[in-house]
């Protein structure tokens, strides 16, 4: 069983920056996909970045050149660094922890461990 918590969500004014982790505890998977999702009120969960042991990563296309997901040593901590936040990024940010892929999906689906999640809030 995989543990995943997130922290670092806040209330930012657009253009502003905020850096999210996720811890991760249980697991004893030596190949594997972590994640970023994120979900805003009445929306459904979207795929924002993805990387995986051998730090191969992708990203959406509404976030590609602002994110950058990261992590410290093999598993912890996973980073989110998002830069030049706007409005539409607004929504709880969630960690996900999945199966190996030489490139990780950004479908929830292909995920089997989540996090509680954590609020990011951007004020134009």
């Known amino acids: 069983q995989v543990h995943l918590v997130e922290s670092g969500g806040g209330s930012v004014s657009a253009g502003g920056s905020l850096r999210l982790s996720c811890r991760q505890s249980?697991?004893?998977?030596?190949?594997?996909?972590m994640a970023w999702f994120r979900q805003a009120p009445g929306g459904e969960r979207e795929g924002v970045a993805s990387i995986n042991n051998k730090y191969a990563r992708r990203y959406a296309d509404s976030v590609n050149g602002r994110f950058a997901i990261s992590k410290e040593n093999n598993k912890n901590p996973l980073y989110l660094q998002m830069n030049n936040l706007s409005p539409e990024d607004t929504g709880i940010y969630f960690c996900?922890?999945?199966?190996?892929?030489?490139?990780?999906?950004?479908?929830?689906?292909?995920?089997?461990?989540w996090g509680q999640g954590t609020q990011v809030t951007v004020s134009s």
């Open positions: 249980g697991s004893t998977y030596r190949n594997y996909c």
């Open positions: 996900a922890h999945g199966p190996y892929d030489r490139i990780c999906s950004l479908e929830p689906d292909q995920y089997n461990y």
